[in-house]
């Protein structure tokens, strides 16, 4: 059965850092992938995807995610952190017609 | 589009009374899914619709639960008799085959059972 790991159930990151959100799948044919974030009291919300066309994916808000087939990662980035990335986040890989979840990664943004 | 549409926003209901939840898919939109989010289990998916067909509910925990779509703009997910630790937040999502399999979600619904 495919899975996803998010390594770091908190992450925590000064204004301004460099955001760092890990990610890895099990599959031996790579999935789509996606990342999710989750606002307090709020659903989930579509960051980016990765659909085999280009292995660097760019997102909404400044961010973006870096296929590696050879490491079997989707590992999630952002040069300069906001306050207002303060949420949580999910990577999902795609099955046959659902979306397996990691368990999230909750991203604290400290002034 | 307005996007999945969950009612109501908020539930609380006492041990043992019935809950229904409702969902509207996004129009055009073959699958359906309800999750279950806690902060002891993260997000569970329970059930999930393929052309208002039920594919597959083991996530539903117990006979308690129940999921149905009758058309394909309409699913609802009952909880009969509540008990305290259905407490959580249930989402809604839709997707179409033909997109990767990418996920809507709606806003959810904030079930409280005391």
């Known amino acids: 059965a495919q899975s996803v790991t998010q390594l770091g159930s908190h992450v925590s990151v000064s204004e301004g850092a460099l955001v760092l959100l890990r990610c890895n799948y099990s599959?031996?044919?790579?999935?789509?992938l996606f990342w999710y974030v989750q606002y307090p009291n709020q659903g989930l919300q579509l960051l980016l995807k990765?659909?085999?066309?280009?292995?660097l994916v760019k997102g909404i808000n400044g961010f973006e995610a870096e296929f590696k087939k050879s490491e079997t990662s989707f590992h999630l980035t952002k040069p300069s952190a906001h306050m207002s990335d303060a949420a949580e986040y999910f990577c999902?890989?795609?099955?046959?017609?659902?979306?397996?979840f990691g368990k999230g990664t909750m991203l604290l943004v400290s002034p | 589009d307005a996007g999945v549409i969950q009612s109501p926003r908020h539930e609380v209901t006492e041990m043992g009374q019935e809950v229904t939840l409702r969902c509207k898919p996004i129009?055009?939109?073959?699958?359906l899914f309800w999750y279950r989010q806690t902060m002891m289990r993260g997000l569970e998916l329970l059930i999930y619709?393929?052309?208002?067909?039920?594919?597959?509910d083991s996530g539903m925990p117990e006979d308690r639960f129940s999921a149905k779509m009758p058309n394909a703009s309409f699913s609802t997910l009952k909880i009969q008799p509540s008990e305290p630790r259905d407490s959580a937040v249930y989402f809604c999502?839709?997707?179409?085959?033909?997109?990767?399999?990418?996920?809507?979600f709606g806003p959810g619904t904030r079930l409280t059972v005391l």
């Open positions: 999502a839709s997707s179409q085959a033909s997109a990767y399999n990418e996920q809507f």
């Open positions: 599959s031996s044919v790579p999935p789509y």
């Open positions: 990765y659909t085999s066309a280009a292995t």
């Open positions: 999902a890989a795609s099955g046959y017609s659902t979306l397996t």
């Open positions: 129009s055009g939109h073959d699958y």
């Open positions: 619709f393929n052309n208002n067909v039920p594919i597959d």
